[in-house]
């Protein structure tokens, strides 16, 4: 499964319309956390990507959106419910342990 790379114009039809489980990771360009944190994120949705729809949202680009969904600071992996972002873990709190413990909650 690949990641749906979204931008200002997909994110709300794709994530705030979508239906079911959707995991969006917000990174920056220059945020080096955000590079650390992204083949992770790929590796859980190639696992668990017929469960939850996974996106990602460049903010550097769609800085709006970001301020839109609250987004401080970076990385953040957010899960949404039918349109509402119901989970999210920021910066330091983005491990990909937690990360996958998160996306685990939701398959069940």
């Not at 920056?28 to 992204?38: K, R």
């Not at 990385?75 to 509402?84: C, F, K, S």
Request: overall charge negative.
């Amino acid at each position: 499964m690949s990641m749906l790379e979204l931008d200002k114009k997909t994110f709300e039809p794709e994530v705030l319309q979508g239906e079911g489980t959707i995991l969006v990771d917000f990174y920056g360009e220059g945020c080096v956390p955000c590079q650390a944190l992204m083949p992770h994120v790929h590796g859980f949705a190639d696992v668990y990507g017929d469960k939850i729809k996974f996106c990602a949202l460049n903010t550097t680009a769609a800085r709006r959106v970001a301020i839109g969904q609250q987004i401080m600071g970076l990385p953040v992996i957010a899960i949404y419910q039918n349109g509402e972002k119901v989970e999210e873990l920021v910066k330091d709190d983005a491990t990909p342990e937690a990360v996958e413990a998160m996306i685990k909650k939701y398959c069940e």
